[in-house]
């Protein structure tokens, strides 16, 4: 059994800051990706960004220079600044890790936190 737990997610006004944490925990042998994804009301659920064990990174192109991912899978926890927020990242943010104890890898997902931007 494998938890994801999010945190830090609330409202904030047009510019502002947040940051968003993970961990990732239970039956787990390795953590190859761990990461971000939102889901806008009335929208698919969308990468935001991903960090692997060897810790590469991959971003959207309209998060690139506002949001960083950081973490180490190796200690299961993955963090997400959010810089410069607009409206339209109001969204539900999903922390996703690629797990496996001694079996195949799998998609763990959070159940998500609100980030609500204002204008």
């Known amino acids: 059994q494998v938890q994801v737990v999010e945190s830090g997610g609330g409202s904030v006004q047009a510019g502002g800051s947040l940051r968003l944490s993970c961990r990732c925990s239970g039956m787990i042998f390795s953590i190859k990706t761990m990461g971000w994804y939102r889901q806008a009301p009335g929208k698919e659920r969308d990468m935001v960004a991903l960090?692997?064990?060897?810790?590469?990174?991959t971003y959207a192109d309209s998060m690139k220079g506002r949001f960083t991912i950081s973490g180490d899978t190796a200690q299961k926890m993955v963090y997400l600044q959010m810089s410069d927020l607009r409206p339209d990242d109001t969204a539900v943010y999903y922390c996703?890790?690629?797990?496996?104890?001694?079996?195949?890898?799998?998609?763990?997902w959070g159940k998500g936190t609100l980030v609500t931007v204002s204008a």
């Open positions: 960090l692997t064990r060897d810790g590469d990174t």
């Open positions: 996703m890790c690629i797990a496996r104890d001694s079996g195949p890898w799998y998609t763990h």
